[in-house]
């Protein structure tokens, strides 16, 4: 659709025209491929985070997006950051067999 500006002068006036440079605007949403990438994680971690209801997302058509404002909020969160994995206790290799053992898993002598 090609919008037209009709403009009258009148005898005497001038017409200026001033163009501005183009200016880069960043999207309002992107897809979840987008999200994964940009926030270094996984698809399967993407669609963990919108089941749950700690990231709102949106079907357009048949893709789901994320507002880059709730990815936003979500990635300064402390809940989204990776937790540091707890101390595992160290076994003994008669532990771990006794263990597998139990489970009816056969483990050689």
Known sequence: MNNVIRIVLQPGQRLEVTYAEPVAV????M????????YATTLRVVRRLI????LPAVKVGRRYTVRIEDAE???KSTSFRPQKPEPVAEQSDEDIKRILRKRGIRVPD
Do not use: I, M, Y
């Not at 960043?26 to 949403?29: K, L, N």
């Not at 089941?51 to 700690?54: L, V």
């Open 31 to 38: 897809t979840l491929d987008q999200f994964a990438t940009r």
């Open 73 to 75: 909020k979500l990635f």
């Open 26 to 29: 960043e999207p309002a949403a």
């Open 51 to 54: 089941s749950s209801g700690r």
